[in-house]
């Protein structure tokens, strides 16, 4: 402080915290008296505030201690700005007038250094030309741990380790140039030596003396931090191989790229993603790896990095070392300063393929969707507006613009079909609804005529994505084509039973298995038992016995051999014992069904009864010579001959030409009374055209006459056929010559030919409609397994699990109809049927049906014993006789009932099904059980459920009784057998 006010100092520094007591004084002193001089403030830290406050009062500028090599230069400056500066001598001079001004110039330059010298942390020496020291300041007293008078006796190199190698060429360099640089060994008063950066400049001072200035930094701390450098390195060497591990540990790729687009560095994940090991890759052009579409775009966004944005992700498509291509997503970050990129690269490969098996699931969805077999769409909010609608379905309705528009507006016909109120159900509640062959009428035309659907359908709920339900998913089969092929096996098989039944010869059939299925009443007959339908095997005589007398096992029987070896077994002849021990002669014909495997279901047996024949034969053989040529007409015969309504004949075969002597084309087209021999009287044929009329089986015996006026007998049985209204169509007669036996053998052959082929057609026909029916099934079955194994979107596998339940619905569905078509000629199976269970579930299911509402249903049920029967069969019954109740059904009254009671023993199932409907007229009751039989045309039935009914009784062994009053309502009594297992 004396200093400064006592003198013209060149430069002021400090060098205590910012700004203590005695510096603020002195920039105060030095404002009030030299403001002139430069103030230059040397500081361990800077307090900003403080920092603005000072600078505002005249500091001229502020070094901190961490960076003092930046003192000379800012102390250079500041003389520069203020006094001038001499180039020749590096003397600061002050530019001047006259004598006594330099003077006093040199005075202030003088303070300015000396206040440097004092105060600078390296070490300074002042010599002499000679090397002696003539000043030092406090740094090298610290330093060499001497006092200035001792720095003071020494020679400048006497504090230098004169072994230094360095030395001598030091030495040589300050003789030749006058200043030099380099790093000695100092060594202090005790004799430690330390390692130091020594510079020495040769200068004159202002008194025209030569002196040399020697400068030193301390490079102990260097020093030490050299020895400290390997564990440093080790540990940093530690550090960059735990971020080795890091990088090479990650999936993603990390990598830095330089200017020319060259790897620098690379992670380990090249190998997996790209096929590259890191050492493959470091120095080459990364663009290389690039797909060739995609160079130009990419090096186009490397340049706008660099311009203006410092980072930016996008995907990249490079080519792996195979060959193959390679996803990623591409993040980049450019730094300036390193001239570097650094990149990321995320393979997304797996999530490409994955949106490409997506992209092809989806459209095969769409192609499945769109060329489905069955109708499909979505209808959505509550009142079930059309969102999709697939080309079936519109060809479905005959409706083209529907999209958009709700089901009323495009289908306003269902409103009274209880069609709309199923969609409520369904969209209020979420329980699908299925239904199998329900009807709708559909205005196709938009005539106002309205045309019959039968349809397998599927209403399922809609869910959006947080579960809620939005809409309903419809699946729709059209089944009109089935339903129709279906009724008509049901009358090929009606007529194939019938025509079993009636004829006047024993047949009947068997299963696989050997049980048997059906037999008519002549076999029966024969058999003198009823056997057990599903339980006997073979046949129902108690004994076969073959010609030469030996008795045959029943495992050898002609039936036995047909179903094992699967063909005809025919002209066998042989005895046969009935239970009463009766022995009888026939002749069996046995021909198996074969399906479309070649597997042997089942065979048809048709049995001539040969004893009257066999009897007759021995008479004959008695004959003399001359009654041997009658012996061909004294042989049994079938003659056949169709009619159509009005009696005029549309067929006749081999045997009714024979014996009416009159040629096939002649017969056609001619009126039955050709044959008429008016043998008999008026009545009696009136009373046989009175039966056949009625739709009745007429038995009897006539006299014909032949084309050459002979007269023959025959036994004839006339069959009427029945359309849907109940009225005969054709009519089937039979006759039988009892003197023409061996033809009437050969007309049964022809006959059991022609049951085969038909049964053969039934077969083709069955499997035809299994084929037609599952076969789209099974490939739409195919398709969703194909979505299901290449995507792994919950919703598609979602979307694909609900088409394949629907699916296995709709084939269940088919098998049940194929099963039932084959339910005749298949045996009982017996099971427990829970009784009140079972007909609880039905009612709950029937009440759902559009007529049923509004009808109280009654249930009483009482199970005194186990009930064992067919439950297939039994569901059949329940379910013909409630929904037949309902159907018929009043439809105004407001207290309508059905009441279904049950009482189940040991013996039987006692059941009784009554309501207050519209009821039956008395001279149909005794009509309801024929086949496709109506009280009217306007009836809603087909005509088969009560026949199915009454045919599916008989075969449980049962009887069913109706009694049924117009207005008052309609019961139905039946008693099933209790198949009790014991």
Request: glycine share 6%; aromatic share 8%; charged share 25%.
């Amino acid at each position: 402080m004396y200093k400064l006010l006592h003198s013209q100092p060149y430069i002021l520094h400090a060098q205590q915290s910012y700004l203590g007591r005695t510096e603020g004084e002195a920039l105060t002193n030095r404002n009030n008296m030299q403001q002139t001089i430069p103030y230059i403030f040397i500081a361990n830290h800077i307090e900003i505030e403080n920092c603005i406050t000072q600078l505002k009062q005249g500091l001229t500028n502020i070094v901190l201690k961490n960076n003092l090599s930046s003192l000379n230069y800012e102390m250079e400056k500041n003389l520069k700005e203020s006094y001038g500066f001499n180039n020749n001598n590096n003397v600061l001079v002050k530019q001047r007038t006259d004598k006594n001004s330099c003077e006093i110039k040199s005075s202030k330059d003088e303070a300015t250094l000396q206040a440097i010298f004092d105060n600078s942390m390296e070490v300074i020496l002042l010599a002499n030309k000679e090397g002696f020291v003539i000043s030092a300041n406090p740094a090298a007293s610290n330093m060499f741990q001497m006092t200035l008078l001792e720095l003071c006796k020494k020679h400048w190199s006497d504090l230098i380790d004169l072994t230094d190698p360095k030395l001598k060429g030091f030495i040589k360099e300050q003789q030749e140039k006058g200043r030099c640089k380099e790093e000695l060994r100092l060594v202090q008063k005790d004799g430690t030596k330390l390692p130091a950066i020594v510079s020495s400049v040769n200068y004159t001072d202002v008194y025209e003396q030569q002196r040399i200035l020697v400068t030193i930094n301390d490079l102990s701390t260097c020093k030490e931090g050299e020895k400290k450098l390997p564990k440093t390195t080790i540990k940093l060497q530690e550090a960059l191989d735990e971020l080795k591990k890091l990088m090479d540990s990650s999936l993603d790729i990390l990598c830095t790229i330089d200017e020319e687009s060259r790897f620098v560095q690379v992670s380990a994940a090249c190998k997996s993603t790209w096929g590259y090991s890191p050492h493959e890759l470091i120095g080459k052009n990364y663009l290389s790896l690039i797909a060739s579409e995609n160079q130009d775009a990419t090096i186009n966004i490397d340049n706008e990095i660099k311009k203006s944005q410092p980072e930016r992700t996008f995907e990249k498509r490079m080519t792996h070392k195979n060959g193959t291509t390679v996803y990623v997503v591409w993040t980049t970050k450019w730094d300036k300063d390193e001239k570097l990129f650094y990149c990321t690269a995320k393979d997304i490969t797996g999530e490409k393929k994955l949106e490409k098996a997506y992209e092809i699931g989806r459209q095969r969805f769409l192609d499945f969707y769109n060329h489905s077999p069955s109708c499909m769409g979505i209808l959505k909010g509550p009142t079930h507006i059309y969102e999709m609608a697939n080309p079936l379905c519109l060809k479905l309705i005959g409706k083209t613009n529907i999209i958009g528009k709700t089901v009323m507006e495009v289908l306003p016909e269902l409103k009274d079909q209880g069609i709309i109120e199923l969609l409520d159900g369904v969209y209020n509640t979420g329980v699908p609804f299925i239904a199998n062959e329900r009807r709708f009428n559909f205005d196709l035309q938009g005539n106002g005529n309205l045309e019959d659907k039968y349809l397998n359908i599927l209403y399922q709920a809609h869910r959006n994505l947080d579960g809620i339900i939005d809409g309903i998913l419809f699946f729709a089969i059209d089944a009109t084509e089935q339903v129709k092929s279906r009724i008509k096996i049901e009358e090929s098989e009606k007529m194939y039973r019938q025509l079993i039944r009636e004829l006047p010869v024993a047949a009947y059939s068997c299963d696989a298995a050997g049980k048997i299925k059906i037999f008519n009443k002549a076999a029966a007959t024969l058999w003198g038992v009823k056997p057990k339908i599903g339980k006997d095997l073979f046949c129902g005589f108690s004994k076969l016995i073959d010609n030469a007398g030996h008795l045959i096992p029943a495992h050898l029987s002609p039936m036995a051999v047909a179903l094992k070896e699967g063909r005809t077994v025919s002209g066998w002849e042989g005895t046969v014992e009935r239970p009463n021990g009766e022995r009888r002669n026939v002749i069996p014909h046995v021909v198996p069904y074969i399906d479309s495997s070649g597997k042997v279901t089942g065979a048809v047996n048709v049995v001539t009864d040969i004893t009257e024949s066999k009897a007759a034969q021995k008479v004959l053989e008695l004959r003399n010579k001359e009654l041997a040529d009658y012996k061909y007409a004294l042989d049994e015969s079938n003659i056949v001959g169709i009619t159509d309504a009005n009696g005029i004949i549309i067929y006749a075969n081999t045997n009714f030409c024979k014996i009416s002597k009159y040629s096939f084309e002649e017969l056609i087209g001619q009126d039955f009374k050709i044959i008429n021999s008016g043998y008999h009287s008026k009545e009696y044929i009136s009373n046989l055209w009175q039966t056949i009329t009625q739709g009745k089986i007429w038995k009897g015996e006539l006299r014909n006459k032949a084309k050459d006026g002979s007269y023959y007998w025959v036994d004839t049985t006339i069959i009427p056929f029945l359309n849907e209204q109940g009225k005969p169509y054709q009519f089937v007669t039979t006759k039988f010559d009892i003197t023409e036996r061996k033809n009437a053998e050969l007309n049964l052959e022809r006959q059991n030919i022609k049951l085969v082929k038909t049964n053969k057609e039934l077969d083709r026909f069955v499997y035809s409609v299994s084929h037609d029916l599952r076969s789209p099934l099974t490939s739409i079955q195919g398709l969703a397994s194909i979505i299901e194994d290449e995507t792994k979107e919950p919703e598609t596998m979602e979307h694909v699990q609900m088409i394949k339940n629907n699916i296995n619905r709709l084939d269940d569905f088919i098998r049940n109809i194929l099963s039932y078509s084959q339910n005749n000629r298949t045996g009982l199976e017996v099971e427990t049927i829970p009784v009140k269970e079972t007909i609880t579930d039905i009612t709950l299911a029937l009440k759902n049906i559009t007529n049923a509402q509004g009808i109280h249903f009654d249930i009483d049920v009482e199970e005194h014993s186990t009930f064992y029967s067919d439950r297939l069969r039994f569901k059949t019954i329940i379910e013909n006789l409630i929904s037949n109740a309902i159907k018929y059904h009043k439809s105004s009254s407001t207290e309508r009932f059905i009441k279904v009671k049950a009482i189940a023993n040991d013996k039987m199932l006692q059941l009784k099904v009554s309501d207050n409907g519209i009821g039956i007229p008395l001279e149909y009751q005794e009509k309801i059980f024929d086949m496709f039989f109506r009280i009217s045309s306007k009836s809603q039935g087909s005509g088969i459920g009560l026949y199915i009914v009454k045919d599916t009784i008989e075969k449980l062994e049962g009887s069913i009784n109706v009694s049924s009053q117009i207005k008052s309502g309609t019961t139905f009594e039946i008693k099933l057998k209790n198949f009790k297992i014991c």
